[in-house]
């Protein structure tokens, strides 16, 4: 048993809680990093002048811009007294002398107000002398375009046991990226305090970093940098890593100019200046046995990671850890590469990379099915992991079994026999409109694949008048982090909820923390948070045993609290324990600290074992394909997934529930298209506003929605028995693209394999749709002579 996941009696953990800024959200008062621009006086506003040209060396003139009333400043490379990079592989110019993509920002003009920024902005020449530009993967393949180091995972021989294999089939796997579009675009606010110091407001998921960058852009130390993050309206992985840029402008300008500078982008260069979650080219080749057991896997992963390198190493590297997904592959050989692009520099995005290698596989078993005469779903539990069996990358699979378990509890609760019996009769029925019931698995790694960043430290106060402070290293972007945290620290204090209160994330009060990223926030934040509690409550229980004639060993904290074994007739409350500390000196706050452990990781072989535990779901999606448009309709979701014992299960519930639908987003909506022809505008952004990137709304949702925690899943070793949630969910969402695949498959003839783009929206599957009708038409003598006439 580990102490770590043990919760004692009546613990908060666990308890349905409330988001703790819920009330600030729905009524419109919680305050966002440029909210605070409204409150400080004297602020200038840094707007971007873009590049017009996907790749050209520039000349700029920005004297025009000095003759717009109200411009302050214009920041060139010239300005930047350290370094002019805005990223940890040195590759990221913040003022560029080659524009490297279509929508680059070349140089900031400072406004008094944000319309002076921008009329300055528009009087500012930049000369382009055009260089050769690479759009897409297939750009970049042919050209032999290629950044960072290329991986290879394998396991056996591929290559043998291909050439053995009953079944072999091969083919290309292809699919875009996806737009964050959080609500809260980025943002940065930068101020001169007192002391010569910068105080940098900013939102983003790696304050630690963004410190890091504006010192080094300034010229100066850590320690003259702080970043706050007060909370963000949405990160999704996006503010990872490209904040620190943003953040570093508006502290130079308030270093040259003396005054508070904010930087806000509007949408529209949201969508133009930051990266994406990376597309993906997949060439593979599959073996099966006679039984359709898998023998052998060879796939070359090309990653589409933009303009410079940004997080495209790892996010290959988590790719290349989940193709196997939740299925016992013997033999594998997958190498995996980066491409470079004249496009903007793509990065974090929900899954890190996971959702595309597990694509590879989900997409590969929905094809071979129908050749293989094997039920997708069967073919899917028969080549489940099994005990004792591990990754291809060395990783013993821990509770492979739970997969196993929650396949077959969902197929019970939600009637999948007896829902695709009647699905297969409505069919028979319905020559113009198709239904189809799939079910997908999960096996997701949580750590962070990089091992240093497998740590946190949190700082817990505890005032004499028994309130709690509590801060981690942790952010919250709505996933109710700082919820978690309050409930862990209520639990180890033996407290109730409403006695915590949580700061905003400070790199001055917690140094050195990890991004709130790779759905690891909780875990390690948590350990640091309870960590820190037990060294202030052992401290008070000594002397609560003083006061109650007890042994320290005997005092329980619970509900505010503070009793003792033997001692019936007194009881103090928490407060009355934390004054009687002060005036005994005893030390009532306290620094936690956490390490993963159990981790490690060779990068350059790919082995080893890089993630604490797996995280596993399942998920059975019900859609309706209309036949004559192409249209679709998810007309019934049912969700088991494995999150540990849950520290909030109403939070958890709900990061499920949008996961799967940010998840259904990237599989069926949601398409970036740029110019990729010779004209005036190639490489531009098509696809820059709601009006031309369709994300999932209202009516996208199911229709009926069921989601379960899965039961009895303690994970030891984890915080309170817990398991991460944020991102193994979203691939949940397979199983709509896989049932979009079966559907359009009703239209056709039996056997027949259907190869379905991503995103697969309705335009994709009514060519899909025709198609299978054309391929029916060709088998059906009926409707050959019926399509003549």
């Known amino acids: 048993m580990s102490a770590l996941a043990d919760r004692p009696a009546n613990p908060v953990v666990g308890q349905r809680a409330a988001h703790e800024s819920a009330v600030?959200?729905?009524?419109?008062a919680a305050m966002y990093t440029d909210d605070l621009s409204a409150q400080t006086a004297g602020v200038l506003t840094a707007w971007p002048v873009q590049s017009t040209n996907a790749h050209a060396k520039v000349t700029i003139d920005v004297s025009g811009a000095y003759e717009v009333a109200g411009v302050v400043r214009v920041l060139t490379a010239d300005d930047v007294p350290g370094v002019n990079d805005a990223g940890i592989k040195h590759d990221e110019p913040l003022f560029p002398d080659v524009a490297m993509f279509y929508g680059h920002a070349l140089v900031w003009v400072l406004g008094e107000t944000q319309e002076a920024a921008r009329l300055g902005a528009e009087r500012v020449k930049v000369e382009y002398e055009p260089l050769p530009s690479l759009i897409t993967v297939q750009d970049a393949i042919d050209a032999g375009s290629f950044q960072g180091i290329a991986r290879t995972v394998e396991r056996g021989d591929a290559a043998s046991a291909l050439a053995s294999s009953t079944h072999v089939f091969?083919?290309?796997?292809?699919?875009g990226g996806q737009e964050h579009f959080y609500l809260e675009t980025h943002a940065s606010l930068a101020l001169r305090d007192t002391e010569g110091g910068y105080f940098v407001q900013c939102s983003t998921q790696h304050p630690s970093e963004t410190q890091e960058i504006v010192a080094h852009v300034l010229g100066i130390s850590s320690s003259e940098v702080t970043v706050q993050c007060l909370r963000m309206g949405g990160g999704?992985?996006?503010?990872?890593?490209?904040?620190?840029?943003?953040?570093?402008i508006a502290a130079l300008g308030a270093k040259l100019t003396g005054r508070p500078v904010r930087l806000r982008l509007n949408r529209t260069q949201d969508i133009t200046m930051t990266g994406k979650r990376h597309p993906f080219h997949i060439r593979w080749k599959v073996g099966f046995d006679a039984d359709g057991m898998l023998q052998a896997l060879d796939a070359l992963l090309t990653c589409d990671g933009g303009w410079s390198l940004d997080l495209s190493e790892p996010v290959l590297g988590r790719a290349l850890c989940h193709l196997d997904n939740a299925y016992w592959i013997p033999n594998v050989h997958a190498h995996g590469r980066i491409a470079k692009t004249n496009k903007a520099s793509n990065t974090a995005y929900r899954g890190f990379g996971g959702p595309q290698g597990v694509f590879v596989i989900e997409d590969i078993l929905g094809r071979v099915a129908p050749a293989l005469g094997i039920d997708p779903m069967q073919l899917r539990e028969q080549n489940f992991y099994r005990p004792g069996q591990s990754t291809p990358y060395g990783q013993?699979?821990?509770?492979?079994?739970?997969?196993?378990?929650?396949?077959?509890?969902?197929?019970?609760?939600?009637?999948?026999?007896?829902?695709?019996?009647e699905i297969a009769a409505f069919n028979a029925q319905s020559p113009d409109a198709k239904?189809?019931?799939?079910?997908?698995?999960?096996?997701?790694?949580?750590?962070?694949?990089?091992?240093?960043?497998?740590?946190?430290?949190?700082l817990v106060h505890v005032y004499k008048d028994g309130s709690v402070l509590i801060n981690h290293g942790g952010t919250e972007m709505g996933q109710g982090l700082h919820t978690k945290m309050m409930q862990v620290a209520a639990t180890a204090l033996g407290l109730e909820l409403h006695q915590v209160r949580l700061a905003p994330t400070r790199t001055d009060k917690v140094p050195n923390t990890s991004a709130t990223a790779a759905s690891s926030g909780a875990d390690l934040n948590g350990g640091a948070v309870k960590n820190a509690c037990e060294q202030i409550r052992e401290r008070m229980a000594k002397v609560a045993g003083r006061l109650l004639g007890v042994d320290e060993r005997d005092v329980r904290f619970s509900g505010g609290v503070v009793t003792g074994l033997g001692n019936r007739d007194q009881a103090l409350t928490f407060a009355e324990v934390a004054n009687a500390a002060y005036l005994q000196r005893v030390q009532l706050f306290a620094a936690g600290y956490y390490r993963t452990e159990g981790l490690h990781w060779n990068p350059d072989i790919m082995q080893g074992s890089p993630f604490k535990y797996f995280s596993y779901g399942c998920a059975a999606?019900?859609?309706?394909?209309?036949?004559?448009?192409?249209?679709?309709?998810?007309?019934r979701v049912d969700i088991i997934h494995d999150v540990g014992d849950s520290l909030s299960p109403m939070l958890d519930i709900g990061q499920i529930e949008g996961a799967y639908v940010q998840g259904v987003g990237w599989l069926t909506l949601e398409e970036l298209r740029w110019d990729a022809t010779d004209g005036p505008h190639r490489g531009r952004l098509q696809t820059q506003s709601a009006s031309t990137y369709k994300i999932p709304s209202f009516s996208e949702m199911p229709e009926e929605f069921n989601v379960r925690l899965f039961t009895n899943a303690r994970e030891d070793g984890a915080v309170y028995g817990s398991k991460a949630v944020g991102e193994p969910p979203f691939m949940?969402?397979?199983?709509?693209?896989?049932?979009?695949?079966?559907?359009?498959?009703?239209?056709?003839?039996?056997?027949?394999?259907?190869?379905?783009p991503s995103p697969a929206t309705p335009e994709a599957v009514f060519w899909s749709v025709r198609a299978a009708q054309q391929a029916g038409a060709t088998t059906d003598p009926d409707r050959v002579l019926a399509a003549a006439r």
Do not use: C
């Open 236 to 248: 999704f992985g996006g503010k990872e890593m490209q904040p620190h840029g943003f953040a570093a």
């Open 24 to 28: 600030l959200h729905v009524t419109g």
């Open 732 to 756: 949940l969402a397979f199983s709509a693209r896989e049932a979009i695949r079966e559907a359009v498959a009703a239209f056709g003839p039996a056997g027949r394999t259907v190869e379905l």
């Open 396 to 421: 013993p699979v821990k509770d492979s079994e739970r997969m196993g378990t929650m396949w077959a509890q969902l197929r019970t609760e939600a009637a999948i026999d007896e829902r695709r019996a």
């Open 435 to 458: 239904r189809a019931l799939a079910t997908t698995p999960i096996k997701f790694g949580i750590s962070f694949n990089f091992a240093a960043f497998n740590q946190a430290g949190a």
């Open 621 to 635: 999606t019900e859609v309706e394909v209309d036949g004559f448009t192409g249209a679709y309709r998810v007309r």
């Open 170 to 175: 091969e083919g290309v796997t292809e699919f």
